[in-house]
């Protein structure tokens, strides 16, 4: 068969013959549950969990939870009658709109709810797009070397060296500013951290007596690199992703903060706090209620992913 140093083709797909399930990956979720148990017994990844659970059930459930449509008329033309309405604590406050009203009369708690769903989209498509991109071209640089590890790798300084902001003012600039372009600007600039750490560990991986079984059982180089060596690169991938969601929310909240993300009259956290600024010393809660769901969102996905990795260290897993 082929040499994997030499080149990524590979047409065959060969399987490997009697190998035993540890060789395999196969039991890599039995060596898992370390991981899982010491995750339970973690007081910041709990509380992080919690957190981030709250958070997901208020995004998922805005429809249900928020006491009034985005607007107050159901659609976004909003109700000048009721603008700039206080909290309910507050003289001139009503439990119809707890956290007040903007200056448009919509409730600031409905559109804080659907704009943690905006956020939810904005962490996780970007971060998806992002993983598959870099995995792949981490398993493929490491595993495959040579010429093929040598473009990536300068692709990698190349993506590194453009500012995200620039790069997203000129792409927007460009095709416009909405929410598919955003989330495709952020994407595109997030994968260099799963392809350097990736690389890294196939580096490592490919070298095992468990891989050199595999390649001598006759297993292809795809063979190899879906069940030999990608399996042993899932918790790295899970708290990169982890904690790059939570970055990537506040890449794009300050992305719509500066003009180039979601426009008006969407429901989106950063376009809050972006008006709500303007109106600091008249209605405080415009711009402070949107910030503490997004900082509450971030706060709780960070110390999550920190607990998950502390948890995922290899002597759980071995």
Do not use: C
């Amino acid at each position: 068969m082929s040499d994997p140093q030499s080149t990524p083709d590979d047409s065959s797909e060969s399987t490997p013959s009697e190998l035993p399930a540890d060789q395999t990956g196969t039991g890599y979720l039995e060596r898992a549950q370390g991981a899982l148990s010491a995750l339970t017994e973690s007081r910041m990844a709990m509380l992080g969990l919690v957190i981030t659970f709250a958070m997901l059930i208020l995004a998922l459930g805005a429809p249900i939870f928020a006491p009034n449509p985005p607007t107050p008329d159901g659609n976004w033309a909003g109700n000048l009658e009721n603008n700039f309405q206080p909290p309910f604590w507050e003289q001139g406050g009503t439990l119809e709109y707890p956290l007040g009203t903007d200056q448009q009369g919509r409730g600031i708690l409905s559109r804080s709810l659907y704009g943690l769903r905006l956020a939810l989209i904005q962490g996780t498509v970007p971060v998806l797009i992002a993983g598959i991109i870099g995995v792949t071209l981490g398993l493929v640089s490491g595993f495959f070397g040579g010429w093929v590890d040598v473009v990536i790798s300068r692709v990698v300084d190349t993506v590194m060296s453009i500012p995200l902001t620039l790069f997203a003012i000129a792409v927007i600039a460009v095709l416009g500013a909405n929410l598919f372009n955003l989330v495709l600007v952020i994407g595109i600039t997030q994968w260099v951290p799963y392809t350097r750490t990736i690389r890294g560990q196939t580096l490592s991986i490919k070298n095992e007596e468990f891989i050199e079984a595999q390649r001598a059982s006759g297993a292809s180089n795809s063979w190899i690199l879906r069940h030999g060596i990608f399996p042993n690169t899932t918790s790295s991938i899970l708290v990169i992703a982890t904690l790059n969601i939570a970055q990537v929310m506040v890449i794009a909240a300050g992305l719509t903060f500066l003009g180039l993300g979601v426009s008006p009259p969407r429901a989106d956290l950063g376009l809050m706090l972006a008006t709500g600024r303007n109106y600091l010393t008249t209605a405080w809660w415009y711009g402070f209620f949107p910030g503490l769901f997004l900082m509450l969102f971030v706060l709780g996905i960070n110390l999550f992913g920190d607990g998950l990795r502390d948890i995922l260290d290899p002597k759980y897993l071995e």
